[in-house]
């Protein structure tokens, strides 16, 4: 499984910003896509997950202003981000878990900067 990620850049506070997540390769009919992001200093955290059964989860820094959603291609995601803040600046990086052999496997994208800045 591959997932490539774009959609990052720079941006003013209070602006938007759309990332998009493909993945390719065996990907199973189950799994969770997710977005999390990293600074230097601090560890990767979750922004936002959703289920390939349409459930969401997000994290308290992204709720009201930030949207995951599925393409119509089940192998796609997007991560809205509205009202865009100083500390949402980070490496942001889609995850695709499925299972493999019974295991709950992890998949990474190479990360793409999102910078929030007057």
């Known amino acids: 499984v591959q997932l490539q990620a774009f959609g990052g850049g720079f941006v003013q506070p209070g602006g938007s910003l759309r990332l998009s997540c493909v993945a390719s390769?065996?990907?199973?009919?189950?799994?969770?896509m997710a977005w999390y992001r990293q600074t230097l200093e601090k560890r990767r955290e979750l922004v936002a997950r959703?289920?390939?059964?349409?459930?969401?989860f997000y994290a308290d820094t992204a709720k009201g202003r930030f949207t995951i959603t599925r393409g119509s291609a089940e192998n796609t995601v997007y991560l809205q981000m509205n009202s865009l803040k100083p500390e949402d600046t980070a490496v942001y990086y889609c995850?695709?878990?499925?299972?493999?052999?019974?295991?709950?496997?992890?998949?990474w994208g190479q990360g793409t900067e999102v910078i929030v800045s007057s």
């Open positions: 959703i289920l390939s059964t349409g459930g969401t």
């Open positions: 390769g065996n990907i199973s009919s189950t799994n969770v």
């Open positions: 995850n695709l878990a499925q299972p493999i052999d019974h295991k709950l496997t992890d998949f």
